[in-house]
């Protein structure tokens, strides 16, 4: 079957702008939906909400603040985890903070440059796809997780992450919930604990389209290679527990519980606090930050 194009909603009520913002992404590939009001904002939304992958939203249009589409957004199933991007010059950090509670996680600043509007196109696709592939694979698996009362699981690479991510998803009573927050997290003890790649230098990583290669590069290096991440689950008939630790020097978790205004414009950095605010009851780090434990209540 041949993959269907990825198709974006764009909002902006200037229309050099938005020719601009179409021309770019459709020499890209992309299928362009464009509206210029909050009103034919609407209407997009309902007519293609079952194939949008991302939306990019003007803050201020001629009719309404664009953030009071969100919840509409965010109510319908098929759009409630499509990555939605403002594009503002609204920079205040009360202003981005307001569109971080609403459920837009991107952000691009007026004006901007091609290459930065399509660096953050594709890491909410980036994103985007993640969920849906974790959605796919975790259709594959077994509902037979009910029936275990403790396990531990260890595990060195992202793929080895992934795959034990949406085994354990299944002792969730919603595994579908839990599967993307345990994959953040799991990730992120791989990559940021065991391995030591840094906030800055994944920002960097990820520009040069080299993540990948780095981290074969560190998982073969000595000084990591023995390295390990543990999963351990627990479950009671009050809730499922999830432990994840790492053998790295842990960090400062506190700043990253919340999306900040600061690292609202880059393009990575959303995975725990998207983990605590959409897939768990309850997120605790503890000690240095090498150990997480989240839980996800019964009934």
Same mark, same amino acid.
């Given at each position: 079957?041949?993959?269907?194009?990825?198709?974006?909603?764009?909002?902006? &009520?200037?229309?050099?702008?938005?020719?601009?913002?179409?021309?770019?992404?459709?020499?890209?590939?992309?299928?362009?939906?464009?509206?210029?009001?909050?009103?034919?904002?609407?209407?997009?939304?309902?007519?293609?909400?079952?194939?949008?992958? @991302?939306?990019?939203?003007? !803050?201020? %249009?001629?009719?309404?603040?664009?953030?009071?589409?969100?919840?509409?957004?965010?109510?319908?199933?098929?759009?409630?985890?499509?990555?939605?991007?403002?594009?503002?010059?609204?920079?205040?950090?009360? &202003?981005?903070?307001?569109?971080?509670?609403?459920?837009?996680?991107?952000?691009?600043?007026?004006?901007?440059?091609?290459?930065?509007? %399509?660096?953050?196109?594709?890491?909410?696709?980036?994103? !985007?796809?993640?969920? %849906?592939?974790?959605?796919?694979?975790?259709?594959?698996?077994?509902?037979?997780?009910?029936?275990?009362?403790? /396990?531990?699981? !260890?595990?060195?690479?992202?793929?080895?992450?992934?795959?034990?991510?949406?085994?354990?998803?299944?002792?969730?009573?919603?595994?579908?919930?839990?599967?993307?927050?345990?994959?953040?997290?799991?990730?992120?003890?791989?990559?940021? /604990?065991?391995?030591?790649?840094?906030?800055?230098?994944?920002?960097?990583?990820?520009?040069?389209?080299?993540? @990948?290669?780095?981290?074969?590069?560190?998982?073969?290096?000595?000084?990591?290679?023995?390295?390990?991440?543990?999963?351990?689950?627990?479950?009671?008939?009050?809730?499922?527990?999830?432990?994840?630790?790492?053998? /790295?020097?842990?960090?400062?978790?506190?700043?990253?519980?919340?999306?900040?205004?600061?690292?609202?414009? &880059?393009?990575?950095?959303? /995975?725990?606090?998207?983990?605590?605010?959409?897939?768990?009851?309850?997120?605790?780090?503890?000690?240095?930050?090498?150990?997480?434990?989240?839980?996800?209540?019964?009934?």
């Amino acid at each position: 079957m041949t993959e269907r194009p990825v198709q974006i909603l764009v909002t902006e &009520d200037e229309e050099i702008l938005r020719d601009i913002l179409v021309e770019t992404l459709s020499a890209q590939g992309y299928v362009v939906h464009a509206a210029t009001t909050g009103a034919e904002t609407q209407q997009l939304i309902e007519a293609h909400a079952a194939t949008l992958d @991302a939306i990019l939203l003007d !803050r201020l %249009l001629p009719d309404m603040d664009s953030l009071a589409l969100m919840p509409q957004i965010k109510a319908i199933p098929a759009l409630a985890h499509v990555p939605v991007i403002i594009q503002t010059s609204l920079t205040a950090a009360e &202003d981005v903070a307001a569109g971080l509670n609403a459920g837009a996680y991107y952000y691009l600043t007026k004006p901007f440059p091609p290459d930065t509007l %399509l660096s953050i196109i594709r890491a909410a696709l980036r994103d !985007r796809h993640g969920y %849906l592939e974790l959605q796919d694979r975790l259709k594959l698996n077994e509902d037979s997780f009910q029936y275990l009362e403790r /396990g531990e699981f !260890r595990f060195r690479t992202p793929d080895e992450a992934r795959k034990i991510a949406i085994l354990a998803a299944y002792a969730a009573p919603d595994p579908s919930r839990v599967v993307l927050g345990l994959t953040e997290l799991m990730l992120n003890a791989v990559e940021h /604990g065991n391995l030591t790649i840094s906030y800055d230098e994944k920002s960097r990583l990820l520009a040069a389209d080299a993540l @990948a290669p780095e981290i074969e590069r560190r998982l073969a290096d000595p000084r990591f290679a023995e390295r390990s991440v543990r999963l351990f689950l627990e479950q009671t008939p009050a809730c499922v527990a999830f432990t994840i630790r790492d053998e /790295g020097m842990g960090f400062e978790w506190q700043s990253y519980l919340e999306i900040s205004p600061e690292r609202a414009f &880059d393009t990575h950095g959303r /995975g725990i606090a998207m983990s605590r605010l959409l897939s768990f009851d309850q997120m605790e780090y503890r000690g240095r930050g090498n150990e997480v434990v989240c839980t996800v209540k019964r009934g």
